[in-house]
């Protein structure tokens, strides 16, 4: 690959037209992402580890329990780190929109809207947060508009 497609390429995952908006998206929902994702791996805020994890992934029907434990801890423990920095924003959102279809397709979509009733309402607010993240970009105070410019010098 030529360095010209290499730059051309970074400048497609790291550029971004968004201003300042995307910011109020990215740390808040990159708090819920690392702090879900930190539950996953680490048992941290209460959570359950990836053994616990491993196990009620398991009890819905997505197996291997701990290796799927262990996917959507990472993707939400390192795409919601990656939105908090604002680096490689659109990567991360990208694994973060997947992660939220199979919470809501594999785990959610039975039960309703609502959260009461353990439906997909918070997962499909993640998804949209995450799905705009993916379109816009990291936005004006990030690490990726700070590469896209050097990128264009």
Request: glycine share 16%.
């Amino acid at each position: 690959m030529s360095t010209a497609n290499t730059t051309s390429l970074l400048q497609r995952i790291v550029g971004t037209n968004a201003g300042w908006s995307a910011l109020a998206l990215r740390i808040p929902v990159g708090i819920i992402f690392l702090a879900h994702g930190a539950q996953k791996l680490f048992g941290a805020f209460g959570g359950y580890g990836l053994e616990g994890t491993g196990q009620f992934m398991a009890s819905l029907g997505l197996t291997p329990g701990y290796l799927m434990a262990l996917l959507a801890g990472s993707a939400e423990f390192f795409g919601g780190l990656a939105l908090i920095l604002g680096l490689l924003v659109r990567p991360g959102a990208a694994t973060l929109v997947f992660a939220m279809l199979v919470a809501i397709f594999g785990v959610h979509i039975d039960k309703g809207l609502f959260m009461a009733n353990n439906g997909y309402e918070f997962a499909l607010a993640l998804l949209a947060a995450s799905l705009s993240l993916l379109i816009s970009g990291a936005g004006r105070l990030s690490l990726d508009a700070m590469l896209a410019a050097r990128g264009a010098r």
